[in-house]
């Protein structure tokens, strides 16, 4: 079964600062890896994706992220922070192996402070 | 700009009575996916439809909850009779295929008393 991990609920930094909010998988075929954010009261919104080709994806307001296959992650990093970037982050992925449904990590909520 | 639709977006109801969510995919997306948001479960996948057909709907409490497309512009998600443990935020979101990038609507906040 697909599975997607996000190991820290929150992630502080300061303004300016690189970023990374970290996400790691699991799957049985290839994966399909996603990023989005949620601002409140708001749906997700699509940040990126990986599918296949190069494993750094860059992705909208400047987020980025890197397949990592060897260790099974797919971090996202910003290079600095803004305090608008604060919001909830949800990794998601979909192993094509093993049908059609996105997997959602638990979110990881990150906090920019001036 | 092309966005997913939700209706109402918000909704408070007592126990019992029957709540009906309505979703506008993004013209041309060909699935749709229903989701169901609270602090202790994270995401969670309720149904989708692929072509207007449920693929799989082992998500949803079957006794309860019903998610149909009567056309290609609507989807409905049912509770009947919803119960206080309903209470989430509802989701729905749709996309090109059911690899693709999915676009989600702005939810639906259910409150059920």
């Known amino acids: 079964a697909q599975s997607v991990a996000q190991p820290e609920d929150q992630v502080n930094v300061a303004e300016g600062n690189p970023l990374t909010v970290k996400c790691t998988y699991s799957?049985?075929?290839?994966?399909?890896l996603f990023w989005y954010v949620q601002y409140p009261n708001r749906g997700l919104q699509f940040l990126l994706k990986y599918i296949t080709g190069d494993n750094l994806v860059k992705g909208s307001y400047g987020f980025e992220a890197e397949f990592n296959k060897s260790q099974t992650s797919f971090h996202l990093k910003k290079p600095s922070a803004l305090v608008s970037d604060s919001a909830l982050y949800f990794c998601?992925?979909?192993?094509?192996?093993?049908?059609?449904?996105?997997?959602f990590g638990g979110g990881t909520r990150l906090m920019v402070k001036p | 700009d092309a966005r997913v639709t939700q209706t109402p977006r918000h909704k408070v109801t007592e126990m019992g009575q029957e709540v009906t969510m309505r979703c506008q995919p993004i013209?041309?997306?060909?699935?749709v996916f229903w989701y169901r948001q609270t602090m202790m479960q994270g995401l969670e996948l309720l149904a989708y439809?692929?072509?207007?057909?449920?693929?799989?709907d082992s998500g949803m409490p079957k006794d309860r909850f019903s998610a149909e497309m009567p056309d290609a512009t609507l989807a409905t998600l049912k509770i009947q009779p919803s119960e206080p443990r309903d209470s989430a935020v509802y989701f729905c979101a749709s996309g090109l295929a059911l690899v693709d990038t999915q676009y989600f609507g702005p939810g639906t906040r259910l409150t059920v008393l």
């Open positions: 998601a992925v979909r192993d094509d192996n093993a049908g059609n449904m996105l997997t």
């Open positions: 799957v049985s075929g290839n994966p399909y």
């Open positions: 013209l041309g997306h060909n699935t």
């Open positions: 439809f692929r072509n207007r057909a449920p693929l799989d």
